[in-house]
């Protein structure tokens, strides 16, 4: 079973920056779509930014022009740069297929406030 493993979360202020990676066990990585997702207080789990086996991205309207995606296939790793930081990027970060198919793994938790 594919587990997913997230780490670089943290206490970060408004306009501040954070790095998150997504380890990704199993041998399929690199023919798949990956996904980063997010879950605030209170709300659904929802679709932050995708990148594609080749390398296509696409981001929801509320982070587009601060984050960016991108894939290391060598470390079957996915990857979330987080700039700009505001308030209402705190969450909870998860990976997942980008279908979202997979078992969800513990997350990592962004907390962007003064």
């Known amino acids: 079973q594919v587990q997913f493993v997230e780490s670089g979360g943290g206490l970060v202020q408004p306009g501040g920056s954070l790095r998150l990676s997504c380890a990704v066990s199993?041998?399929?990585?690199?023919?798949?779509?990956m996904g980063w997702y997010r879950q605030a207080p209170g709300k659904q789990r929802e679709l932050v930014a995708y990148?594609?086996?080749?390398?296509?991205?696409n981001y929801a309207d509320s982070v587009k022009g601060r984050f960016t995606i991108s894939r290391d296939n060598a470390k079957n790793t996915v990857y979330l740069q987080m700039n700009s930081l505001k308030s209402e990027d705190t969450a909870v970060y998860y990976c997942?297929?980008?279908?979202?198919?997979?078992?969800w793994g513990q997350g990592t938790q962004v907390t962007v406030s003064s």
């Open positions: 199993g041998s399929m990585f690199r023919i798949v779509t």
């Open positions: 990148i594609t086996s080749s390398g296509g991205t």
């Open positions: 997942n297929f980008g279908s979202a198919a997979g078992s």
